[in-house]
Each structure stands twice: as C-alpha cells, then as structure tokens.
C-alpha cells in the first residue's frame, strides 16, 4: 500500500515560481522511481518529470529546462520545483510511484496550481 499527501499548489502569475512537494508512505519509497503527473481540465492525466531511486531524471518536453524533480529519501519526500510558470501549466498535480500506478494503485488528492495574470 502507497499512500501520497501532495501539497504547495497554488495561484502564481505567468513567469512566477512554485515549490510542490510530495509524502509518502511505505518503506518500499527509496527502491523506487517516483513521479509527479498533472491533469489540466478536459485532458487526460500526464507524467512531466521521474526520478529513479539512484536520482536519474527525465522530464517531459513541455517542462525541461524549467522544472526540477528531487527526493529526500531520508525523508520519504519528492519535491518539484517549478519555474518560468506559464498558463498552459495549470493542472492539478499529482506524485505517484510509476509501478504502483501500473498495477492500478490509488492516487492523492493532488494540488492545484493555477497560472494566471
């Protein structure tokens, strides 16, 4: 079981800066790739960013160069750091360990971060 409490959404103006961060539950945290994914109105959810457990990243293309994932394992964190925010960013955003949404796990509540003059 994987249970994940995101937080640090929030309004910011085009060009603004926002810190998300991501608990999680579960011993099984510092084996495993994490994620965070976000879901705009009317679309379907995406993944943005991943980090293995060894701190490899990747990120979508609509994201490199302006978002940052980490983790803190010591701490069973995932943070992303989100800079250069533009309107098309606006989604509710969601951590998640990339296996568990494989199997079929459950999601958080997410965190709402809307970009908006």
């Known amino acids: 079981q994987v249970q994940l409490v995101e937080s640090g959404g929030g309004l910011v103006q085009p060009g603004g800066s926002l810190r998300l961060s991501c608990a999680v539950s579960g011993r099984i945290f510092s084996r495993n790739a994490m994620g965070w994914y976000r879901q705009a109105p009317g679309k379907q959810r995406e993944l943005v960013a991943t980090i293995t457990s060894g701190g490899i990243t990747n990120y979508a293309d609509s994201v490199k160069g302006r978002f940052t994932i980490s983790r803190d394992s010591a701490k069973n964190m995932v943070y992303l750091q989100m800079n250069s925010l533009k309107p098309e960013d606006t989604a509710v955003y969601f951590c998640?360990?990339?296996?568990?949404?494989?199997?079929?796990?459950?999601w958080g509540q997410g965190t709402q971060v809307t970009v908006s003059s």
């Open positions: 998640n360990m990339p296996t568990w949404v494989a199997s079929g796990g459950s």
